[in-house]
């Protein structure tokens, strides 16, 4: 699975970029390479998609080669996770 994503959260440091991922059954787990305050990072995404919406999981993260990823993908947790909808993309 590869796309875009931006994050726009209020009060905080707006990023944006692109993921490449598996999705696996209902989970898709990718890493998000981004750019905020002028730095490119990379870090591990997780979200479960059901009924049209994805909700972004969390998890203990650690760094490895330059990479934040997730300790255990077993111990994600989705129940708090921001929730994004399908909506239909505009041709660019």
């Given amino acids: 699975v590869t796309g875009s994503l931006s994050y726009k959260l209020y009060e905080k440091d707006a990023n944006k970029g692109d993921i490449d991922g598996k999705l696996s059954g209902d989970t898709l ?20 998609i059901k009924d049209s919406t994805a909700t972004e999981g969390y998890a ?33």
């Fill in 29 to 48: 787990i990718a890493d998000y390479r981004f750019l905020s305050e002028g730095k490119e990072s990379v870090r591990q995404v997780a979200f479960l």
């Fill in 60 to 92: 203990d993260m650690e760094e490895q080669d330059r990479k934040m990823v997730f300790k255990n993908i077993n111990h994600i947790d989705f129940s708090k996770g921001i929730r994004l909808k399908q909506i239909d993309c505009p041709l660019e």
